[in-house]
């Protein structure tokens, strides 16, 4: 495997371990860090990494010769 691609898999088990540990915290204690940690991992890991990666692509774009 590509070493971006073995770092991005890790990175992404990183992140579903910190999400279904508080999962579990929140539905076991109710605290409060583990509910800001859930709706966090839920809500807005997706938004950022959505602007992140058309941002990604929009700069890749613009450098190419390629006119869309």
Same mark, same amino acid.
């Given at each position: =495997?590509?070493?971006?691609?073995?770092?991005?898999? =890790?990175v992404i088990i990183l992140l579903l371990a910190i999400d279904l540990g508080a999962y579990h915290t929140m539905m076991t204690d109710g605290s409060t860090w583990a509910v800001v940690a859930f709706l966090l991992m839920n809500l807005m890991v997706p938004v950022v990494t959505g602007l992140f990666l058309s941002i990604r692509r929009i700069s890749r774009d613009h450098t190419s010769t390629t006119l869309y």
């Open positions: =495997m590509k070493p971006w691609r073995v770092r991005t898999l =890790m």
